[in-house]
């Protein structure tokens, strides 16, 4: 492997640099700093990605006609890292990391010619329709049904932990057009407009006490069938092809690095730097350094037209896992002011230590109550996408032949 950049990439990674310096505000800054999801809320992902639209960079996985940017693999490693480094807020990748790859690979021209460009302006803000309360890891048991209607499908059933549904206008959806055959023949993928007669959004509070999730119920909801993506009855396949990128899409090792660098600097700061916590950051490090050298092969592999196939479950695996490690680190390093609960904190000698002047708990760039919050909500990490259990399943399968 060649580890030395070019000139150009070097220069790259400076106007990469500078961009962000110009760009990214100190707002969204601190908003990443606090965020305890995966998922930047629509305000905040709408705002930066208006910013990377501008500037051509907030595809660059796609074709260069839909929006993409036809970056080498060492441009879109240095674009990940130099985000992650200075704290940029991620995108919400239900669009352009999910439903985008979906209609590219799948999709008709017209409907990519529609929702492509909606995607990238935000006019479409996007959710999931996957899992429902008996139908999870295995998703193809899912019985939401859509029945046909002249050109429309009717579509009654519900779907759980959805993702922002309270915040999107549109959902990329399964639902069972068929019973007759094994569960993973009669599905099929189409497009939901939130806004129809009979969809009800109910909220799912996370054990964080946050708004991130919801429960989706349709009731009579009349889909055009002009929404279906791929062919009727083999959504399936579409399916398993998004949730590659969903498992794989995303670079883990970046930002688990910046996190990384986060903890090593804060306790180093705080005298807490002993050498048994030095040894746990340089273990997570080099791990995370190994995931991030996978990435970069599946990035090749990707920039050469293929698809993430058995890596995606490989790295949903180890970068979910090493994410909730992290947290677990973050509340070792932050001890008692991690409680998820905090009573005000005073002092006549001044500032409790470990806490601001306002006598906020600070732990690296978040507070310590947030380190509580991103634990909790990082539990929910080796679930979502199909449970890790079930990625080791595929692999052992896909890989090994077992």
Known sequence: MKLAFTRDEEAFRAEVRD???RNLTADLRAYARRMTSVYSTKPIAMEWQRILVKQGWAAPSWPVEYGGTNWSVAQRYIFDVEMARAGAPPLSPMGIGMCGPALIGHGSKAQKDHYLPRILSGEDFWCQGYSEPHAGSDLAALTMSAVEDGDHYVCNGSKIWTTHAHEANMMFCLVRTDSSGKQQQGITFILIDMNSPGVRVDPILMLSGEHIQNAVFFTDVRVPKANVIGKVNEGWTVAKYLLEFERGGSSYGPRLLARLRSLRQIAAEEGLLDADFARKLSQAEAEAQTLEAAELQMMSELAGGGTPGLKASMMKIRGTELSQHLTELGLEL??????????????????????????????????????????????????YAGSNEIQRGILSKGQLGL
């Open 19 to 21: 961009f962000l310096d």
């Open 334 to 383: 932050a001890g008692a002011y991690a409680a998820p609960f905090q009573p005000h904190h005073t002092s006549p000698g001044g500032p409790v230590p470990g806490f601001d002047g306002a006598n906020t708990p600070l732990v690296g760039p978040e507070s310590a109550v947030t380190v509580s919050a991103k634990y909790l909500n990082d539990r929910a990490g080796s679930i």
